[in-house]
Nanobody, 124 residues
Framework: QVRLVESGGGLVQAGASLRLACAFS????????SGWFRQAPRKEREFVAAISGSGDTTQYADSMKGRFTISRDNAKNTVYLEMNNLKPEDTAVYYC?????????????????WGQGTQVTVSS
């Protein structure tokens, strides 16, 4: 019922910023919680951030907190991930995910829908 398309990745130097976008194809955007995950080569998929359907609650992995910001524009059916002061270790494919979820965010929330990912490469 939901298609997610990520965009905004690219090649940047250390210290630069990027803003990723995740476009939702759905009539019920505000009923879906959303999350960002990333996977580096030969590494496990890693949680980055999550946001509630209304946008009033967010969660971050400890390593990203203070440097990354998740937000959403419900009028535009889009979730964003702003990444500042990027480091080479941030290099990964970044994936957007969604789940029909009207309750507050909970740790370990399992997302049902996934995008194809967008590549972020940070050079030193």
């Amino acid at each position: 019922q939901v298609r997610l398309v990520e965009s905004g990745g690219g090649l940047v130097q250390a210290g630069a910023s990027l803003r990723l976008a995740c476009a939702f194809s759905t009539r019920s955007f505000s009923t879906y919680a959303s999350g960002w995950f990333r996977q580096a080569p030969r590494k496990e998929r890693e949680f980055v951030a999550a946001i509630s359907g209304s946008g009033d609650t967010t969660q971050y992995a400890d390593s990203m907190k203070g440097r990354f910001t998740i937000s959403r524009d419900n009028a535009k059916n889009t979730v964003y991930l702003e990444m500042n002061n990027l480091k080479p270790e941030d290099t990964a494919v970044y994936y957007c995910a969604a789940k029909a979820w009207l309750r507050p965010l909970i740790p370990g929330l399992i997302f049902d829908y996934w995008g194809q990912g967008t590549q972020v490469t940070v050079s030193s």
